[in-house]
């Protein structure tokens, strides 16, 4: 069936430095799309989303780009700081389907 | 205005046995969506309810339910409980019945033993 993967599970980065994490979805018919980060212990938290007809959106120190082309998706942190360490997950959702989730990465900060 | 609420936060059952979980949605939120995460399968949808309806429902075998009451709260019930049925439950709620911005609760661990 149609999925949503992750290219990395596992991102180091340096307090400060800014923070790449990517998605790859298969379901071309997808027109929305969601990024969700997870702390331990806790559900997960609404970061930010993005329609098919965009192609970059902006939030608080978050940017998701979509390629629609190469059915790609990414989530940018700027200077990420230790309360970033967490799972992200992207979520792709066709209209009339249910959202499906990716598998996960998960960020470490290092002071 | 409150969070999504799950009760009970913990909860261990044996093989078998039967599980009740509790979702409150954000007030004046219709739509409530069940997820199980496991390591293994990450998050996995279970169904969705929109006024007392069930709208979409995933992959999962009978054994397991839900329902949705007029005050918009779901519940979702595991009979016939098994070890693979250990897992974190997720709820999560929406305004409307699309599932998008959901907002989700801090879940129900279950640990069957």
């Known amino acids: 069936g149609e999925s949503v993967g992750l290219h990395l599970p596992t991102l180091s980065v340096q307090e400060g430095d800014n923070s790449i994490i990517n998605c790859a979805y298969s379901n071309s018919a997808s027109d929305y799309f969601i990024w969700y980060k997870q702390e331990s212990g806790k559900g997960p938290q609404f970061i930010i989303d993005i329609r098919s007809n965009m192609d970059k959106r902006q939030g608080q120190r978050v940017t998701v780009l979509l390629n629609k082309t190469v059915k790609h998706l990414s989530l940018q942190i700027a200077a990420t700081q230790p309360g970033d360490s967490a799972v992200y997950f992207c979520a792709e959702k066709a209209a009339g389907n249910k959202l499906t989730f990716g598998g996960g990465t998960r960020v470490l900060v290092k002071p | 205005k409150a969070g999504v609420t799950q009760t009970p936060r913990y909860l261990i059952k044996t093989r078998g046995q039967q599980v009740t979980l509790s979702c409150s949605p954000i007030s004046g939120h219709r739509s409530v969506s069940w997820y199980q995460q496991t390591p293994g399968q990450g998050l996995q949808f279970l169904f969705e309810y929109f006024s007392e309806t069930q709208r979409n429902k995933g992959n999962f075998p009978g054994r397991f339910s839900g329902r949705q009451f007029s005050n918009s709260r779901s519940e979702m019930n595991v009979s016939t409980l098994e070890l693979g049925d250990s897992a974190l439950y997720l709820c999560?709620?929406?305004?409307?019945?699309?599932?998008?911005?959901?907002?989700f609760g801090p879940g129900t661990r279950l640990l069957v033993l």
């Open positions: 999560a709620s929406s305004l409307v019945a699309d599932q998008e911005t959901q907002y």
